[in-house]
C-alpha cells in the first residue's frame, strides 16, 4: 500500500511538471525587419512618365526625397535592392526592367566594383568595369529610354569598412566618362556635386551621406530627371 501511495504521488508530481510546461509562454516569433522606405513598391499615376533609379545604397538614400521633388510630375521608382557591383547589375537587370515602359533611368555602379578586397585587389577590376559598363548601357538602351548616368559619389579619406581608396573614384568614374560619351548618355555629375561639401553632408569616415547630404543630392537627382523629361517632350 505504501509503495502505491509512492507511486500515486510521483505520477502526480510528473503530470504537475507537464502541465506547468504547457502553461509556460511560449517565446515570440521574431519581428521582420522594417523595409527601407526606399524599396517600398509605387502606385503608377498612368497619366504620368515613369522614371527608374538604379544604384547602390546612396541612391536609396535620395530615393524618398526624389519622390516627394518629383511628386505629381512623375512616377518614380528605383531597383528593389542595393544594386551592388556592375556584376550583380548583368545578374538582375532584365529582372529590375521588367515588361513596363520606361521614360527616363537614371543610373550607376561604382562603388561596390570599387571596395578593397582582402587581397589587395578591387572587388571588379577597372578592366572589367568598363567591360560591365559597357554591355549593361547596350542593354539599357534598347529600353528606348531617357539615359542617365550618375557619377559615383567620393570616398573620403580614413579607416572605411569595407575599405575603399579615395583614389579609385576618379578612376573608375574616367572609365564611366568614357563609355557614356561614347554612348552620348548624359552625366548627372554627383562626384562634382559633392566633393567641395562633404564634410557638410558625408558621414566623417563613411560613404554615406547625413539625411542633408542625401536631400541635398536628390535635388541634383531630381533637377537631371526634370531636364530629360523635358527633353522627352
Known amino acids: 500500500m505504501i509503495q502505491m501511495k509512492t507511486c500515486l504521488v510521483a505520477i502526480a508530481i510528473l503530470i504537475g511538471f507537464a502541465l506547468s510546461g504547457f502553461a509556460q509562454p511560449q517565446p515570440a516569433a521574431p519581428k521582420a525587419a522594417p523595409i527601407d522606405p526606399s524599396l517600398g513598391p509605387v502606385t503608377d499615376d498612368p497619366k504620368l512618365p515613369r522614371v527608374l533609379l538604379i544604384g547602390d545604397s546612396i541612391s536609396m538614400g535620395y530615393t524618398v526625397p526624389v519622390r516627394n521633388l518629383l511628386k505629381g510630375n512623375a512616377n518614380v521608382h528605383r531597383i528593389p535592392e542595393n544594386g551592388g557591383p556592375t556584376t ?5 537587370l532584365q529582372k529590375w526592367l521588367g515588361n513596363g515602359k520606361w521614360n527616363v533611368i537614371h543610373f550607376n555602379w561604382g562603388l561596390h566594383d570599387l571596395k578593397v578586397m582582402l587581397d589587395g585587389t578591387q572587388q571588379v577590376t577597372p578592366d572589367a568595369y568598363e567591360k560591365n559598363l559597357r ?3 547596350r542593354r539599357l538602351k534598347a529600353t528606348g529610354a531617357k539615359l542617365i548616368w550618375a557619377s559615383t559619389t567620393p570616398v573620403p579619406e580614413g579607416k572605411l569598412n569595407p575599405p575603399r581608396a579615395t583614389a579609385d573614384v576618379p ?4 572609365i564611366a566618362k568614357r ?8 552625366t548627372d555629375d554627383l562626384y562634382s556635386f559633392a566633393l567641395p561639401q562633404l564634410p557638410k553632408i ?4 563613411n560613404v554615406h551621406f547625413t539625411p542633408a547630404g542625401s536631400d541635398a543630392l536628390a535635388k ?3 533637377a537631371s530627371i526634370e531636364s530629360a523629361l523635358a527633353g522627352k517632350k
Open 171 to 174: 578612376a573608375y568614374n574616367a
Open 202 to 205: 558625408q558621414r566623417p569616415e
Open 135 to 137: 554591355e549593361l548601357v
Open 179 to 186: 563609355v557614356m560619351e561614347e554612348n552620348q548618355i548624359v
Open 88 to 92: 550583380n547589375g548583368l545578374a538582375q
Open 220 to 222: 541634383q537627382v531630381a
